[in-house]
């Protein structure tokens, strides 16, 4: 099992270990024990991973002798609302939760946002730990303590920073993950190569047909890459003042195309589409190689995403989506663009005819 500690704010105490590793629960369930003793735990998972894992959690939490319970939500990104954190927010008032209480997000990115948003203001905040089930959650949203629900008006509309207490990341989950979960992770971790680390994005080319089907002897590596990768910039800007946001690279256009599509693409189909979108726009601006930009997208087309836009759309319903994106400032759409692989930075500004042109190239 390797170790990654997460520094952050000393005065807080926020600061939290990431551990990663093949077949881990019973040294995690030690570890909670040791490192965050509760009178009451509470697992929070989704139907899908109730069903494979939650039962297996709290039945072995509860031999280590531990007083636990589970509040299972439904799966998938539409149970990411405050209905579900009110209906959670019950439930822990019916179990006697309280600020003794520690909540585990056992599932995806969805669980584990919902999860951490219902930490954050239970009882003016309580911990929580993440047990990321997904490759998403494994490689991005189990860390860096950004939680959040969708309102009907966009995604991630309401949220907080709070930080977990702790990740832990067993590749074992994946085995069951449904191949399309596994390439919308896929998507995350190409991300991170373009905006951070040429070597593994070199890696990925490499190795692309290997990792997408899922070969045991790239992915270990991968996941603690990316989760240090993660690590570092969160470290340097906890709350998005900054640098965080290259991590938003190739989500403006990836958020507007899943809204519009109705959220018929995935995440990582729509994070595939915007990254492509952003390396478009670098390369129009005379900021990418071309050569840069065939990279990507034949990285993207390797790990099974798509690279052109699926389904119809009018570009100009796009563009009016990305202005009501809640990242803009001052009415102007900032982009993550990229000089090359490894060097991103905060676009000032792009002109409306450059995105539609861009999307209507990326039309299928
Ligand atoms: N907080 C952050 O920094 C951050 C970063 C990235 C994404 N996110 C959020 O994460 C969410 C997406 O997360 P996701 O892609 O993990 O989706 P998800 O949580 O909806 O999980 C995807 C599907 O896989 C199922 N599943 C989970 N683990 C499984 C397993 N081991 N075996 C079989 N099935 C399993 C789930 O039940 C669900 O149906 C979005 O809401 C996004 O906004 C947050
Ligand atoms: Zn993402």
Not at 95 to 108: E, H, S
Request: proline share 4%; net charge neutral; glycine share 8%.
């Amino acid at each position: 099992m390797r170790s990654i500690k997460v520094n952050l704010d000393k005065k807080t105490l926020s600061s939290y270990e990431i551990r990663i590793g093949t077949s881990i629960l019973d040294r995690m369930i030690l570890l909670i024990a040791k490192n965050h003793k509760a009178a009451h735990y509470v697992i929070i998972t989704d139907t899908h991973v109730n069903r494979l894992y939650g039962q297996k959690l709290q039945n072995a939490m509860s031999e280590a002798g531990h007083h636990v319970s589970t509040i299972e939500i439904p799966a998938g990104e539409s149970a990411k609302n405050m209905a579900t954190v009110m209906d959670t927010a019950r439930s822990l008032l019916d179990l006697g939760a309280d600020r003794g209480t520690v909540l585990i997000a056992l599932g995806g990115g969805v669980v584990g946002d919902l999860t951490g948003f219902v930490a954050s203001v239970y009882m003016r905040s309580i911990p929580y730990i993440q047990v990321p089930t997904t490759l998403v959650g494994q490689v991005d949203s189990s860390i860096g303590g950004k939680t959040a629900v969708d309102l009907p008006q966009g995604k991630n509309l309401l949220g907080t920073f709070h930080q977990p207490s702790a990740v832990f990341v067993d590749l074992d989950f994946l085995e069951t993950l449904p191949q399309k979960e596994y390439e919308n992770g896929l998507a995350e971790i190409i991300k991170y190569g373009i905006i951070e680390d040429d070597k593994m994005f070199t890696l990925l080319e490499e190795n692309m047909d290997a990792i997408q089907s899922r070969n045991p002897a790239y992915l270990p590596k991968i996941i603690e890459t990316c989760c240090r990768i993660k690590k570092s910039i969160v470290e340097i800007d906890e709350r998005e003042q900054g640098l965080r946001r290259i991590l938003n690279f190739g989500h403006t256009v990836g958020h507007a195309l899943e809204a519009v599509s109705e959220y018929a693409l995935s995440h990582g189909e729509g994070v595939a589409l915007g990254m492509i979108a952003a390396a478009r726009l670098s390369a129009k601006m005379h900021y990418l190689a071309d050569d840069d930009l065939s990279r990507i997208e034949s990285v993207i087309a390797k790990a099974g995403l798509p690279t052109r836009i699926p389904h119809a759309f009018a570009p100009q319903t796009v563009i009016g989506r990305l202005k009501t994106d809640k990242k803009k400032k001052d009415g102007v759409i900032h982009f993550v663009l990229i000089k090359k692989i490894g060097m991103p930075f905060v676009n000032g500004g792009i002109p409306d005819e450059m995105i539609n042109t861009v999307l209507e190239e990326m039309k299928a």
